[in-house]
């Protein structure tokens, strides 16, 4: 005789439950049912707060997901899961992570981001199967002794921890210590020597060790928002280095072993102090973008002109006077944008890179564009922050002094464009700021007497009627945390203002055509010869962004280069 089985013994076999974005206050009590079998469990955005005992005999699961909830406490138990391989619990309210963690020999990821962490147990090196770790978003107060040789800094305190090695971790392949107020890095990081990934932005670092050379399986290396003011020529030394991004530092050279970079392929040294480019630079071979917005670069080596991947180059904001005839030897060059800087003339040889579709040229000195220009299927060339349309009509022109033909138009000569008061008062206010690249110009002091106070009373003959005005306003002196925020702020206001300028610019054309001046022979002449216009199909400002996939998903997060077909 056949036994009906019952149905709440059916389906005991279940490996994997998805329970995220349920609105969970605590955890199901069916899921312990598949204890034996259940080895993946996602949890993640609920609004757990706790972890009760039997959910820690769940002994097979190798992938867990607390992620986005409300959980305060780990229990020791979590010493129970030995088969775990994937821990995420980021953004949770944890504030201690307990030290039976080590027993989780089979953990390879761990994800600890966005917790109120106050140290790390010391037994966590132990770990020796982790691969990649998370620990950026947190308050760490202090580090165990045996995760390195460091000096750790938070708000006053300073910790200590001594020389035990980083070597136990030698199959660690991601390790992220963004935002985590580092003032140092052990000499012994360079014993990390299966790391592929390290990113270190929004620190203090004043320097970057020496041993950082020996990290030979080294491919992302992110610097990017801290005090650095060189780095160490052993970064020859990184040879399957893809992605370098020191961005937001006070670095005045490059160091002449970046020429050893061989697979370097995306370099960004915006919002530096970089005075000069090494020659060394030209062989980067696999070079296909190149940040070097606010600098202060005078001239670009001539090696530039080896960079035959090179696709986007931006060098806005520097103070270039001209640029090499052998840029046109960048024959990949999709984007190059050199706004806002010094130049006069643009060399004829740029009409070699072929591949060229946006150039922006707006905010320099030119009094015309040469005339090879016109072999090129540009989409966008942009003259000036309030050009309206992505191309102009060109007319022919005779350079007085070469006699040779150029092109010119009713935007050229440009003028130089004169800095925002209104902003360059608001920085000044948030944190004694002169400038958008935060370099203190010498006459600080004068313009810092002229500023307008945040303090303002009203005067005797106004309106009293303004009451609901207020009699004062007053700032709070803000965090130095908040500094970059506010230049963020200020930055993107001054962007919505050029594009409310452009805006309405464009809608004067349209309804009453453009007026110029006669008394003024530059902006308008004459066709001498004959017009030359650049047209396109589609006056859309929309590029597909030409920078390659990310390898990893935090990367993905990062905002791009994209100046494309949008001036300012």
Not at 133 to 155: F, K, R, V, W, Y
Not at 267 to 295: A, F, W, Y
């Amino acid at each position: 005789m056949f036994h009906c089985i019952p149905l709440w013994r059916c389906n005991r076999h279940v490996e994997t439950i998805d329970k995220r974005h349920c609105s969970l206050l605590y955890v199901p009590d069916e899921i312990y049912r598949y204890g034996r079998s259940l080895e993946e469990l996602l949890l993640d955005a609920n609004q757990l707060r706790d972890l009760p005992k039997p959910f820690f005999q769940l002994i097979k699961l190798r992938k867990l997901g607390l992620s986005d909830n409300e959980i305060q406490r780990l229990p020791p138990e979590i010493a129970n899961f030995m088969q775990l391989v994937e821990l995420d619990v980021s953004r949770n309210d944890i504030m201690e992570i307990p030290d039976t963690i080590s027993y989780c020999k089979a953990l390879q990821v761990a994800d600890f981001s966005g917790n109120p962490l106050q140290r790390l147990p010391e037994s966590f090196p132990e770990l020796r199967n982790l691969t990649c770790l998370s620990i950026n978003d947190i308050s760490l107060q202090a580090l165990p002794e045996n995760i390195g040789n460091t000096l750790i800094g938070l708000m006053s305190c300073l910790f200590f921890v001594t020389d035990r090695s980083l070597s136990k971790l030698q199959k660690l392949e991601e390790l992220d210590l963004g935002n985590n107020e580092l003032y140092n890095l052990p000499e012994t990081i360079g014993h990390l020597v299966s790391l592929k990934d390290l990113w270190l932005d929004g620190n203090q670092l004043a320097d970057i060790p020496a041993d950082v050379g020996s990290m030979k399986s080294l491919v992302c290396l992110d610097v990017s928002e801290n005090k650095l003011e060189y780095l160490p020529e052993e970064l020859g030394g990184l040879l399957q280095l893809s992605d370098l991004l020191v961005s937001q530092n006070n670095i005045e050279a490059l160091p002449e072993s970046i020429g050893k970079l061989g697979r370097l392929s995306i370099l960004k040294v915006d919002q530096n102090r970089l005075m000069h480019l090494p020659e060394g630079i030209g062989n980067c071979e696999s070079l296909t973008e190149l940040v070097l917005t606010e600098n202060q670069l005078q001239s670009l080596p001539r090696s530039i002109g080896k960079l035959k991947k090179l696709s986007n180059f931006n060098c806005d904001r520097n103070q270039l006077t001209s640029l090499p005839k052998e840029i046109g030897g960048c024959s990949s060059l999709n984007v190059f944008c050199v706004r806002e800087n010094r130049l006069t003339r643009i060399p004829s040889e740029i009409s070699q890179a072929t591949e060229l579709h946006v150039f922006d040229v707006s905010g320099n000195r030119l009094a015309h564009l040469p005339l090879s220009l016109t072999s090129l299927k540009l989409k966008a060339l942009w003259l000036s922050e309030n050009q309206s349309q992505p191309l102009l009509t060109f007319q022919t022109d005779q350079d007085p002094n070469t006699g040779e033909k150029v092109l010119t138009c009713v935007l050229l000569p440009q003028q130089p464009c004169e800095p925002d008061p209104k902003v360059a008062d608001n920085l000044a206010r948030f944190g004694g700021l002169t400038s958008l690249n935060d370099v203190v110009e010498e006459e600080w002091d004068e313009h810092t007497a002229k500023r307008t106070s945040a303090i303002h009373f009203l005067e005797d003959g106004e309106d009293d009627d303004e009451e609901d005005q207020g009699t004062l306003q007053r700032r709070a002196t803000p965090h130095p945390g908040e500094l970059k925020t506010m230049k963020k702020a200020a930055e993107n206001l001054r962007n919505d203002m050029n594009a409310a300028k452009a805006l309405d610019s464009n809608k004067n054309e349209v309804n009453n055509g453009v007026t110029t001046s006669v008394s003024d022979p530059y902006l308008f002449q004459p066709p001498k010869y004959f017009y030359l216009s650049f047209s396109v199909a589609s006056s859309s400002r929309t590029i597909p962004n030409p920078s390659p996939a990310p390898h990893h998903p935090r990367q993905a997060l990062r905002p791009t280069f994209d100046p494309w077909l949008t001036p300012g």
